[in-house]
C-alpha cells in the first residue's frame, strides 16, 4: 500500500535561516506531488506542485523554492525565512489529476 | 478563477443527529470533487471524490452529492457521532487550475 512521509512535524526557526522540509511517498511510481500551506484561519494555499522529476510549477511567488531530486522526494526550500512564512505546511500526492489527493501528516512552522 | 465556500463555518449537533454540510463553487468546469477531513494539528483524510460525470457517492455512514450545473455540493453524515468531530473541506480539482479548496465547516458532535 503506498504512504506518505513529511517531517519534522515541528520547527522553530528564527528570520532569516534557511528551510528545508522533505516529503517522500512510497509504493506508487511517477506520483504527482503537491506542497500546500494552511496558515491560521485561512484556506489551503498551493504552493508547489511537480508532475515528474524537474518538472515544478509554483502557483504562488513567494521566497519559497521546491525541488523534486527523486520521483518519490519533493523538497521544500528557503534560504531566508519571513516571518510570514509561519503556518502548516502539507505535502501531498495523487496518481494523476483525477483521483484521490493523499495528504501527509503535516509540518508546523513557527518562524521568530 | 474558481472560488470554494462551505456553509456553515461551524456546526455543534448532539450525537445521534443526522447533519449536512454544503459546499458551493463557481465554475462547474471541474474534473472532481472531494470532502475531506481534517483533526486538529494533523493532515487531511480524503472521505469520498466524486467525478464530474457522477451524481453521488457513499462510505458507510457518509453520503456526497455533486450538482455540477449548480455548483454545489452536499455532504450528508448519518447518526453522528462523538468522533465524527472535526473540520470538513471540499475541493474542487478544475480544468486549468489544480485543486481549490473551501475554508472548511468545523463540526463538533457532543455526546
Known amino acids: 500500500s503506498q504512504t506518505i512521509h513529511q517531517w519534522p512535524a515541528t520547527l522553530v526557526q528564527p528570520v532569516g535561516s534557511p528551510l528545508s522540509l522533505e516529503c517522500t511517498v512510497e509504493g506508487t511510481s511517477n506520483p504527482n506531488l503537491y506542497w500546500y500551506r494552511q496558515a491560521a484561519g485561512r484556506g489551503l494555499q498551493l504552493l508547489f506542485y511537480?508532475?515528474?522529476?524537474?518538472?515544478i510549477s509554483s502557483e504562488v511567488p513567494q521566497n519559497l523554492s521546491a525541488s523534486r531530486p527523486q520521483d518519490r522526494q519533493f523538497i521544500l526550500s528557503s534560504k531566508k525565512l519571513l516571518l510570514s512564512d509561519s503556518g502548516f505546511y502539507l505535502c501531498a500526492w495523487s496518481v494523476n489529476r483525477n483521483e484521490k489527493l493523499f495528504f501527509g501528516s503535516g509540518t508546523q512552522l513557527s518562524v521568530l | 478563477k474558481q472560488e470554494v465556500t462551505q456553509i456553515p463555518a461551524a456546526l455543534s449537533v448532539p450525537e445521534g443527529e443526522n447533519l449536512v454540510l454544503n459546499c458551493s463553487f463557481t465554475?462547474?468546469?471541474?474534473?472532481?470533487l472531494q470532502w475531506f477531513r481534517q483533526d486538529p494539528g494533523k493532515g487531511l483524510t480524503s472521505l469520498l471524490l466524486i467525478q464530474s460525470s457522477q451524481r453521488e457517492q457513499t462510505s458507510g455512514r457518509l453520503n456526497a452529492s455533486l450538482d455540477k450545473s449548480s455548483g454545489r455540493s452536499t455532504l450528508y453524515i448519518a447518526a453522528s457521532q462523538p468522533g465524527d468531530s472535526a473540520t470538513y473541506l471540499c475541493a474542487v480539482d478544475n480544468y486549468g487550475q489544480n485543486f481549490v479548496f473551501g475554508p472548511g465547516t468545523r463540526l463538533s458532535v457532543l455526546p
Open positions: 465554475d462547474s468546469a471541474i474534473y472532481n
Open positions: 511537480s508532475i515528474g522529476i524537474d518538472q
